[in-house]
């Protein structure tokens, strides 16, 4: 007896049902306890009463089994029964499992993509404890601000437990080997105290650190950059570096989750703001005027306080400032943003684009919710005897649909999961994009539980709307009826809502389509296009020479050492210098003037040529043909006359044609009359999409600009190059941290905006490709099903494939038609908006439009292939025995 | 045992719910209470009554704890809700008219039809 209760206990353990069980077990021995005792006490001897109590109990097994179903603590085994049914059925038709998986990933992928990118840049842009009382102070829309006003807000204000301020810069950096320049934050005394940064090593920068300009020479660096470029020294901690030639101290290394409070902006380490003058070469900090000082104040409120009150509380205080500083402050109208997103003026557009790209998201995924609905009708009404069967044999509907639903949900949560892992690859791959080389600028959007719980909820909820389409066909399936007659076809109204709704899905289908591949043309070929310059096999280099203490005849003396340094390496054909590339994101216009011109005011202004000053051999080391006259040389200087070299725009807008312009005079701004000596192709200036713009080259010589960049051109290894121009350069003066780039890398923030638009617009049409296909083959497989007794019929009566897919699948070929050539249609007319972000996209391009009629085709074939198959492979005798 | 009568189907529900009306019992209790009411007429198998009892309590028409029993042993208790009664007074109700139909139906002489 005692072996058995072990059993019984070590079974119950096995299928451990939990303490019901234990409870419900005990309660029915209790009852045979008390029966025996009475039994005792009719005169029986224990053993005996015992034995007789357990006998009138009578099925102990069977009783325990019912009145745990009764105790519905059987929903496990259900669920297990269930998920073991579905799968078995998914597995005979993998193809429909696989296209609503693959599409539930696509829909669930793209929706937790986005909303990881909205996640990681609106609702925590910045990571940080109690953000939601975190505000940035926006003046005019923007933050910038000038210190002498930033320190009248903070010390005057009463809304702000404490009101820090940043600034974005660059700076050189020689910590031993490899000086280079990076990107840092100036921050106040605060910052740190105000954010809530913990160090990870040594201290952070404390107010009581500033005593004025230059009193605070001490660095803090980030995580990122100690990891990487200190290999995770714990000795760094009070090194003396030099930055920008003076020294500072290395007082710690921020936590290894601050990535600095701009969210697209990750500084490598950060100084003292009071210490700018040693940044940028000159001292601006304490002139109320200059508004570049500061990037953003940002603080926590009071608690009680509104942002209104807040704001109302700056602006009088701006009030006052204007009046006590008329000279210098104007329009003193703060406003409170959101930190982190360089206030509304970036901040508005990226929320108003995100929201969007969500709604779409959300719509892409209702739109594979629709469809899949449709695909799991068609599979119902093909199961409708399977139903019918098992309502006959007296299974609940409830039970049958229960059952229906597992198999949705089963198959949305393989898709999510899919979806997801998909996702966060994506994410991962974003977080880790920089696509201006020259900015310390990306996406820091790694995926957290905010995401994952979001991609879940989704796959749950989508499962359950498209899991419950089929439950009227089952409820309103009559057993009888069904196994009598065999499912009754429905005849159909003439266009459906859902054929709309198809044709509508394969038009947006279509529009994606040909302008992704529009802008794939038009990123391919502007790849190879003419800029008017060649930036394979060059490289360049820029360096700030202010900043490493030139001044003024000084500047384009070391220049000219610097192209003499540049050109002595090996293998190097040409240098030329320049104050800034062309499409470096970077333009300075100046006004010139026809030689009669004597009003010299911006309204009678002849052109606004984007303006470039240069060293004699710039144009060859740019491979900029010269087209007539000829290029700089060192005599151009301030001795000698003033002249230009200009493009053929130039040319036509100014003097009418380029015969004319050559030796004639212009006129700049200061009066300067400037003759043409020499005209250049044109080529693109500012970025590649724009309209032609006119160009103007000045001799370094006679125009000195602090800007230097240096085009270096080698047919040689450009990495060798490059190693090879920082040594040189180094032993030319170790305080230039240079920056160094191969030309083409640096073209990819000018084809930024082209490549965006062709990757989202490709995903975009692979998900409407996604859709378009279940839509088509949800419809296709539901129309064969529906009439596959007639299609029986019609093989028996001797009909061709040709007529039996005709009649099986005439309909979705017309929709997906109709679709296509409205889609085609539209996107040829979207394509014009697009040649304004893409260089060189245009419609009108046979391989385009091949290539949508050739993708549409494609995709409908795919669509409709399983259905099609299905169709043909009736066979008559067994669907005639059938029914 | 020939004398005893079987049990209609969904009686047993009825019962169970009589016998608790009159004070709390436990499993055992029920029976004896069923037994003693109805003068030992009805044959219930003892183990029948608890899938009766879980169904009435997962309905929330019975509530049960533990306690001990007058043989000084750890039984469950059972006791009306405030829902088990009012289901209670409707099931009597409804019986009573069915059982007033039937029988007067059975009464039924010749020459009354």
Known sequence: MKLLSYLRSLTGRIFHRSQTEAEMEEELSSHIQHRADDLERSGLDPAEALRRARLEFGGHEHYREESYQQLAGNFLETLALDVRYSLRVLRKSPGFAAAAVLTLALAIGANAVVFGVLNALILRPLNLPQEQTLWGIDHDGIGFESYPTYRDLRDRNHSFEALAAYNIDQAGLDAGKDPSRYWMYEVTGNYFEVLGVQPYLGRLIHSSDEHGPNSAPYIVLSYGFWHSHFQDDRSVVGRTVRMNKHPFTIVGVAGPEFHGSSAFFTPDFYIPLVNQEQVRGENQLEQRKNRRAIFESLGHLKPGVTRAQAMADLDAIGADLEKAYPQDVTHMNFTLARPGLGGDFLGRPIRAFMTGLMLLAVLILLAACANLGSLFGARAADRSREVALRLALGSSRTRILRQLLTEALLISLVGGVVGLWASVALLQRLSAWHPFPRFPMNLPVTPDSNVYAVAVILAVVSGVLFGLVPVRQVLRTDPYEVVKAGSTPTVGRRITIRDALLVLQIALCGVLVTSSMVALRGLARSLHGNYGFDPHDAVLVQAELSTAGYRGDQVPAMQKRMIETLSAIPGVSSVGMVSYPPLAMDARGTYVFKDQTTDLIPANAAALPSTYYISPEYLTAARTSLLAGRAFTWHDDKNAPRVGIINQEFARKVFGSPAAAMGAFFKLRDGTRVQVVGMVENGKYFMLAEDQDSALFLPNLQSPSNETWMVVRSGDDLQQLTAAIRGRLRDLDAGLFPYIQPWNKEMDGALFPSRLATVSLGVLGLMGAMLSITGIFGMAAYSVSKRLRELGIRIALGAQRRGVLTAALGRAFKLLAIGSVAGLGLGILASRVLAFIVYLATPRDPLVLAGVVLAMALLGLLATWIPAQRALSVDPLMLLREE | ?113
């Open chain 2, 1 to 113: 045992m020939s004398d005893q009568a079987e049990l209609l189907p969904g009686t047993l529900d009825l019962l169970i719910l009589k016998a608790v009306s009159l004070g709390p019992l436990h499993g055992y209790g029920v029976l004896l209470r069923i037994g003693q009411i109805s003068g030992r007429a009805l044959l219930i198998e003892q183990g029948a009554l608890y899938p009766a009892l879980f169904r009435l309590v997962r309905q929330g028409l019975l509530k049960a704890s533990w306690g001990t029993s007058d043989n000084n042993r750890r039984a469950k208790f059972y006791e009306l809700t405030a829902a088990g009664r009012k289901r209670l007074r409707a099931e009597v109700e409804g019986w009573n008219r069915l059982a007033e139909a039937i029988a007067s139906a059975l009464a039924a002489q010749p020459e009354e039809v």
